[in-house]
Every structure is written in C-alpha cells, then in structure tokens.
C-alpha cells in the first residue's frame, strides 16, 4: 500500500506559471522527501524536509510541510517546459523501518 | 559515471522463463533498495539491504522473487518462473549510512524495465 497520495493527479499549465502539488499521508513520520521522474527514467531526488520544519526551498522550489494536516506541498515557480516530468512524495518513518514509501505522482506538463 | 547503475535496461521474456536484474550502487553508499513501479503508480518497496544483509522484504515480493547482495557491493534481483504481472519497471536505489530514524536521499538507478509475454 501507498503512504503518500499526490494532488492533482495530473496538471497541465503554461511555461512560465507556477505549480503547486499537495501530498497527504496517513501517519506520523521523521521526513518527507520529493522526487522528480521523466518518462521511462529512474527518480531524481529534488528536496527533504524533516518533520520539525515547516518550509524549505531549493532554486525554484518551495516545499511547505503541515504535520497537523499530514499534509505537504511542492511549488515550483516560474515553471519551463523541462519541469515537465512525474512528481513524487515519499515519507520515512522509524517503523518503517529505514525504507521511503512513495505516493502515486503528479504528472505536470508545462506547455511552452 | 559514479551513479547508480542497472542492468539490463529492458528485458522481455516470455512467460515461464527466469530473470535476473544486477544493480551496482554508489560505492560508498551501503544501503541499497528495490522498488518496483507499475504504469502510472509510484515505486513500491520490495527489499532493502544494509551492506551484505537483507533487513526487510516486503509482502510483495513472492517466493519466486530472491535478492541477493553477496559482498555489499552489487545486488541481483532473480524472478523465477515469470508471469504476465511481473512486468514492470525494476528500480534500484542506495543511500549513504544514515540513522535508524532518518533515511536519507535516495539515489535511482534508471531501472530495468521488464516485459513478460
């Protein structure tokens, strides 16, 4: 079973708008990372935020975690058609031994 | 290249026959993961291994899937006996040693992507 569900399923916007994915989870957890998938490609690590911070950026990111909700969000501003790619939430937590458990993915495609 | 590397990148089969998928991880990270992801879902765990000892297998993985990492090195990942369901992306991480309450970023092969006929 997943942990993590990402919101929107699938999103579509224009180069140059920014993006926003939500991820949800069910249970506590030590952190949370972010990872980036193109099509047919292993996953790229993009950002950890552990559980005792509630934002973190990196270049064009901005990733916010709200442990009450269980929730995060990623941004990216001023997207470019090379953002394009799958996105993916995956939360480490002690009982899970040291593994990450990923959600299902966004799919953003930034249209140029 | 110092990545992560897997081998082979595709591989189709046909029904019956065995696979064996070879990951060979950064050379300083001692832990090294499968995951396997279906189209359109996230990477599911399968195993984990911390230097030459498999601390976790998941429900998934069947007895006719066996993971190997003999020396801390390399890793196999052997399917036995192959079925239609068993297509799938095959991914192999690793990470640095880390703590018991933290694991840390993982670094993704480009997987082995896998067709049973």
């Known amino acids: 079973s997943q942990q993590g569900e990402e919101d929107p399923q699938a999103l579509s916007i224009q180069e140059g708008e920014n993006a926003t994915m939500n991820c949800s989870y069910k249970t506590s957890i030590n952190n949370l990372q972010w990872y980036r998938q193109n099509s047919g490609r292993g996953l790229v690590h993009l950002i950890l935020?552990?559980?005792?911070?509630r934002e973190k950026h990196s270049g064009r990111l901005r990733v916010t975690l709200d442990t009450s909700k269980k929730s995060s969000s990623l941004l990216i501003t001023a997207s470019r058609a090379a953002d394009t790619a799958s996105y993916f939430c995956a939360t480490g937590r002690m009982e899970y031994g040291n593994k990450l458990v990923f959600g299902a993915g966004t799919i953003l495609r930034v249209k140029s | 290249d110092t990545g992560v590397s897997q081998n082979p990148r595709h591989k189709i089969t046909k029904r019956g026959q065995n696979v064996t998928f070879r990951c060979d991880p950064i050379?300083?990270?001692?832990?090294l993961y499968w995951y396997r992801q279906t189209l359109g879902q996230g990477p599911e765990f399968l195993t984990y291994?911390?230097?030459?000892?498999?601390?976790?297998k998941s429900r998934l993985l069947s007895d006719r899937f066996s993971a190997e990492r003999p020396k801390g090195s390399f890793s196999t990942l052997e399917i036995q006996r192959t079925e239609q369901g068993d297509s799938a992306m095959y991914l192999c991480?690793?990470?640095?040693?880390?703590?018991?309450?933290?694991?840390?970023?993982?670094?993704f092969g480009e997987g082995s992507r896998l067709t049973v006929l």
């Open positions: 991480a690793s990470s640095k040693p880390g703590t018991v309450l933290n694991t840390g970023e993982l670094f």
């Open positions: 291994f911390q230097n030459e000892a498999q601390l976790e």
């Open positions: 935020i552990r559980s005792n911070e």
């Open positions: 050379s300083e990270h001692n832990r």
